[in-house]
């Protein structure tokens, strides 16, 4: 066939050289970079040595600065360290970031679809009771037992989800706020359960539930921390991409997410696909309260879900609503977290700093134009679009 | 009074005939609600134990001013009225006008059958349920104003809980060093125009995503204030973290009337701050030209542009005042309240006080009511674990959030936001 051929050829978009990924690639390190940089403010800030050295910085200055930049040396030489430096680090930041993934997955698969699942947390919680109970209170064969556990924590998850998405669809109430009360909702039902005999476990007075039967347990590589909950996680992503790449509904999912009213026109349900995202995301925030409580926790508790919902919306802003980068986030807010537990240790810098570096990251990656405008060189993005801006009435 | 010459000339027995569709399924939605209220409310009645349910009137009184009432009887007179009210919404037995009074007769039966089912045979602390309410509700009003504020402005603010977490730990620092009360409040409202401006300047000149920016700035004030906890607050907190709580003031003359006096006006200069609050949002907002200029660009920003309204200036201005209050309204937490600060000491309250706004359809009046209801239940948990009764507490807490979820969810009236709420105003 001639080369010559009629087609005409396609208009190009103008863009400044570099694909969209790499940009946002580049932007991304650029938030990272300057969240250190804020991150060692606050280490400098907080030094005993360097407050000391600055009562005589007229006289010797140079004192100041060289306690500043050890004091930000050896805290982040702690974080890498504590983050991926030997098997052990790099097992505890895997395990930190299993239900990061799981959660922040299932935030994505909503904002894909137009819509703010908020609602991790309480999702998540509601998983880990129904994964909990059935792990604790039934006694089954080996691997039959985990399989039902999971799927009771992925089913404890959708319902809290799926109502989500019944509300919206049905009654337009916004998910936003519908999430953020049903997490209360959640935590406040977790807390009652764990005060009655159902759940609580005999003879004691503080809210914790039996230890899960072993059945019920994720298997765990060697003698770490990490169990197979990670693999269950890294599948979970996979299954999103092909949902939302490869599948019929979730080509449905992302067409309303990117104009809800076009695809009522073209004959699409506006209210199945908020149903049925927000019933897939909540399975995947529960199968994340699954790892937590027959993973990594083992007896349910009221701190089951630590910050873990929350944490997950960072993730999967940092991660641009796609599986990949759900899951590269995922791993990286995972590393923070266990990197931050050892410069704790190591250098008494509180752990609280990595929630400030992760909220600083987001921040940056958020205001692209901020970032651009410190750091010049990086190309303007046409190819990305402001992410969703819209209201209550949206 | 232009809106009553047709409805008055409709004679209450005889309601108007024609109703639309939406609104027959909304009265049949609403008043099944109500009827489900009502029959628990007359069921409680029915389980009412015999003997005297006795109302403490005077907090810590315990010998005087007690109202003993018998239990089961009272009960059954408010949950019959409860009924009453119920059925006559659902059959519109009163004017559409006076609808709304049905549900509040309803509400206010509910609550009393309760309280008398609860307290049969024992003594509730009445004072100490309206003292704790305002406690509670106070800082929830400030915030829920602050969210007002912004709000008819168009910006979302999520935030609410990350500038009270801003303003209880300046607050508390200010107030332990300097020992003085103004300082730690201005410093208060200070940090929280802070925290504002940059949820101003991320919105409107970043143009972030407002519920993504809320979401950011409340992990970043949790990281902060804790940060700064462990490294200072910690290690020395006898200088940093002491800070003295605001004492009360009690107003001469109103402080003095039975009851409600001791509750309303013996309170601290930030309770009293409160009542000014709401006051000053309320006619700002409805009766002054910058209140006009808010709500425009809530509304319909490019319509306030053609007009040469600017903007972004008045979105600015409103948020950066809401900073203030929400700033005060964590002030409340520390030196308000409970003294010294601790990690995470706000615990949900800002997202308390954004579902009062939003139950409160975004009018300060409205804020303030549904505030001080969430305060009253929060309130009512920890009166009802002391005098014991076989209803969890969790559950109680978990009624705001109920609440507001049947609220967004259109069952009791619509709840509208500011239409341009939440979308950044860009200009070609």
């Given amino acids: 066939m001639s080369t010559a051929t009629a087609t005409p050829p396609v208009a190009k978009p103008e863009r400044s050289g570099l694909p969209s990924w790499a940009i946002q690639g580049l932007v991304s390190v650029s938030a990272i970079v300057l969240a250190l940089l804020v991150g060692a403010i606050l280490i400098i800030v907080g030094d005993d040595e360097v407050n000391a050295a600055v009562k005589y910085f007229g006289a010797a200055p140079m004192d100041t600065i060289s306690a500043a930049f050890s004091a930000v040396g050896e805290a982040y030489q702690a974080l890498a360290v504590g983050a991926i430096g030997g098997i052990t680090p790099i097992s505890e930041s895997l395990t930190q970031a299993t239900p990061l993934i799981c959660g922040g997955l299932a935030v994505s698969l909503a904002f894909r679809t137009g819509l703010f699942n ?79 005999s159902t759940f609580q476990r005999p003879g004691r007075a503080d809210p914790i539930s039996p230890i899960v039967d072993a059945n019920a347990q994720y298997p765990q590589f060697g003698d770490t921390r990490l169990h197979v909950g990670f693999l269950l996680a890294l599948v979970a992503a996979v299954f999103v991409w092909w949902l939302l790449n490869k599948s019929t509904i979730g080509f449905e999912l992302r067409a309303v997410g990117a104009n809800a009213d076009a695809s009522k026109t073209a004959g699409m349900s506006v209210g199945r696909a908020y149903v049925v995202a927000m019933v897939v995301a909540g399975a995947l925030a529960g199968l994340a309260g699954t790892q937590q409580v027959l993973g990594t926790d083992l007896p349910l508790t009221d701190g089951v879900a630590a910050s873990v919902g929350f944490d997950a919306i960072t993730v999967a802003l940092l991660g641009r609503g796609t599986p990949l980068g759900t899951v590269l986030a995922g791993l990286l807010f995972g590393a923070l977290n266990a990197g931050g537990l050892q410069m704790q240790l190591i250098t008494q810098t509180p752990l609280t700093l990595t929630t400030v570096l992760q909220a600083t990251i987001v921040l940056f990656v958020a205001a692209p134009a901020l970032v651009r405008s410190i750091f010049r060189f990086l190309p303007k993005d046409r190819g990305a679009g402001a992410i969703l801006a819209k209201g209550w009435n949206g | 009074m232009s809106d009553v010459t047709v409805q008055d000339t409709v004679p209450a027995a005889a309601p108007a005939a024609i109703e639309a569709p939406a609104d027959r399924v909304r009265r049949l939605r609403v008043g099944g609600l ?41 009960a059954l007179l408010l949950g019959a009225l409860g009924v009453l009210a119920a059925v006559a919404y659902v059959l519109r037995r009163v004017p559409q006008k006076y609808s709304g009074w049905l549900a509040i007769v309803l509400g206010v039966c509910f609550i009393g059958a309760f309280l008398c089912w609860a307290a049969a045979g024992k003594t509730f602390p009445l004072a100490n349920q309206f003292q704790g309410t305002l406690n509670f509700a106070t800082p929830l009003i400030l915030g829920a104003l602050a969210g007002v504020l912004c709000e008819r402005a168009g910006v979302i603010n999520i935030a609410i809980e990350g500038q009270f977490l801003v303003g209880a730990f300046t607050a508390a620092v200010v107030a332990s060093t300097t020992g003085s009360a103004v300082a730690a409040l201005i410093a208060a409202a200070v940090s929280g125009v802070l925290m504002a401006l940059l949820l101003a300047v991320f919105s409107i000149k970043y143009l972030v995503n407002q519920v993504v920016l809320g979401v950011v700035l409340v992990v970043f004030a949790t990281g902060i204030t804790g940060f700064l906890f462990d490294q200072f607050l910690q290690e020395d907190a006898a200088k940093l973290n002491t800070p003295d709580v605001l004492s009360a003031v009690k107003i001469p003359g109103l402080g003095d009337i039975p009851f409600i006096g001791p509750i309303l006006f013996n309170q601290t200069a930030l309770v009293y701050l409160t009542y000014i609050a709401v006051a000053v949002v309320t006619f700002v907002l409805f009766q002054t030209r910058w209140g006009l200029r808010v709500r425009a660009v809530g509304e319909h920003p490019k319509a306030a542009d053609t007009v040469g309204i600017r903007v972004k200036r008045v979105r600015y201005s409103a948020v950066l005042w809401a900073g203030v209050l929400a700033g005060l309204g964590g002030a409340f937490f520390t030196v308000g309240y409970a003294g010294s600060f601790t990690k995470e000491m706000t615990a949900g309250n800002g997202f308390i006080a954004l579902a009062a706004l939003i139950m409160g359809r975004w009018h300060p009046i409205g804020a303030m009511v549904a505030a001080l209801f969430f305060g009253f239940a929060t309130q009512l948990q920890s009166q009802l674990q002391i005098i014991q009764t076989p209803i969890p507490g969790e559950l109680l807490l978990m009624a705001p959030y109920l609440a507001t979820i049947i609220a967004v969810a259109g069952l009791v009236g619509r709840v509208r936001a500011p239409k341009a709420d939440g979308e950044p105003y860009v200009t070609e």
């Avoid at chain 1, 909990?132 to 992925?154: D, E, S, T």
């Avoid at chain 1, 519908?178 to 359960?193: E, G, S």
């Avoid at chain 2, 209220?37 to 403490?56: C, M, N, P, R, S």
């Fill in chain 2, 34 to 74: 109500m009827l489900v209220f009502a029959l628990i409310g007359l069921g409680l009645a029915i389980f009412t134990k015999g003997g005297e349910a006795t109302f403490q009137l005077v907090s810590g009184d315990l010998q005087n001013n007690l109202l003993g009432l018998p239990a089961q009887p009272v």
């Fill in chain 1, 118 to 196: 908020i609602g991790a947390q309480g999702q998540l919680i509601m998983g880990a009771i129904l994964a909990g109970y059935v792990g604790f209170a039934w006694h089954l064969p080996p691997v039959l037992h985990l399989i039902v556990a999971i799927v009771a924590g992925l089913i404890g998850g959708a319902i809290w989800g799926g109502m989500v998405g019944l509300l919206k669809a049905r009654t337009g109430a916004h998910e936003v706020i519908v999430t953020i009360m049903l997490n209360y909702v959640a935590i406040y039902l977790l807390q009652w359960l764990l005060t009655t």
